[in-house]
T-cell receptor
């Protein structure tokens, strides 16, 4: 089983602050995805990173895939209350996705 | 209508009862999945299917069974429910060759 470790597990910050969530593994993945889940809903894909060292930006969110394709980070600039939710990373290997346990982010106004 | 629809959304049952959770999709995807989500444990794969009649075990298949009789439908059954099967269950679909999962809204199951 490929284990994906996410940190921190919980994060509570004030509106306007920056934050980074980490996703680490000892396994190499062909791609890594980040999902966001809101209460009462299923996870929704934010981004897929495929190439080692790849950086993708989605408005205030910046995603990075490690050079060795074993780890990834999600950085949010100037967090807003609407960013509140559970952030999940998922690594793909042999057409199977393995999910991390998630980071529960709360952005307080 | 949602791309992936799960029914029921909420269910409370008793130990030993048989339960079926249904999933239907309008995306025309070949691949369908059932995941279980527990607080602090993330999403764990129960079963998946790459085509009609194709069934594959995931990491936590014990105590569960599935049926894929049509491309658009994938049902999950608990033959004899037990309390530690209390969880939020998600169905997801995926297009062949793509690496994006589309999730349903979830089915919350409570076993008393």
């Amino acid at each position: 089983t490929q284990l994906l470790e996410q940190s921190p597990q919980f994060l509570s910050i004030q509106e306007g602050e920056n934050l980074t969530v980490y996703c680490n593994s000892s396994s190499v993945f062909s791609s890594l995805q980040w999902y966001r889940q809101e209460p009462g809903e299923g996870p929704v894909l934010l981004v897929t990173v495929v190439t080692g060292g790849e950086v993708k930006k989605l408005k205030r969110l910046t995603f990075q895939f490690g050079d060795a394709r074993k780890d990834s980070s999600l950085h949010i600039t100037a967090a807003q209350p609407g960013d509140t939710g559970l952030y999940l990373c998922a690594g793909e290997k042999n057409y199977k996705l393995t999910f991390g346990k998630g980071t529960l982010l709360t952005v307080n106004p | 209508d949602a791309d992936v629809t799960q029914t029921p959304r909420n269910r409370i049952t008793k130990t030993g009862k048989r339960i079926m959770l249904e999933c239907s999709q309008t995306k025309g995807h070949d691949r369908m999945y059932w995941y279980r989500q527990d607080p602090g444990l993330g999403l764990r794969l129960i079963y998946y299917s790459f085509d009609v009649k194709d069934i594959n075990k995931g990491e936590i298949s014990d105590g569960y069974s599935v049926s894929r009789q049509a491309q658009a439908k994938f049902s999950l059954s608990l033959e004899s429910a037990i309390p530690n099967q209390t969880a939020l269950y998600f169905c997801a679909t995926r297009d062949t060759g793509a690496n994006v999962l589309t999730f349903g809204a979830g089915s919350r199951l409570t076993v008393l």
